[in-house]
């Protein structure tokens, strides 16, 4: 299905490869699955990457991903995270709330969260296919190097990636021009002029 109405029997590769559905909408899930509560609350004390290998699964089906794969995939996606458990619930005594860290990723931006998979399972899927891909990206300053992390190294994915020369942070745009992998490609832009 499609965020404009369009229906659409797309495997999670096509999705995945495709990134938006023929009439220009998101894609989204045919069938969306129904857990018990029983089912919720043994997940309770899961850690984040025992409760993706639980999710994923929902819809990836085996004949996509076998099992085995798709759990190396999704242990290989948080090897750079610099916190065994991903994310971290803290408990803040002075205003009495929690907060949930979400910047333990590789570049410290919550995107690090998704992106970090998704590089793992373009790459897998491109692996597979014996293609290429180029990846092109405009950012203000997170999703760039997320983006560039997920994929650098790959020899199935190039990324380029625009971003606003002179406009984003320094820690944003090192992140960015200090990836020297040979499928990276950053591009410091001011209007229709490349800078850097």
Known sequence: RSTRGGNYNASFEEVLLSGYAPDGGMYLPNHIPKLDLSVIKSWKGLSYI?????????????????????????DGSFEKFDDPSIVKLEYMDRVHKYVLELFHG????????????????????????????????????DTGSAAIESVR???????????PYGRISQIQESQMITATESNVHIFGVDGYEIIY
């Open 153 to 163: 190294g790959s020899e199935h994915i190039d990324i380029i990636v625009l971003y």
């Open 106 to 141: 590789p570049t410290g931006a919550f995107k690090d969260l998704a992106l970090s998979i998704v590089g793992k399972l373009l790459d897998y899927f491109l692996k597979k296919s014996g293609e290429r891909a180029i990846i092109i990206v405009g950012t203000s300053g």
């Open 50 to 74: 025992e409760l993706v290998k639980k999710i994923i699964p929902l819809f990836i089906s085996p004949e996509e991903i076998p099992s085995q794969d798709l759990e190396q995939l999704i």
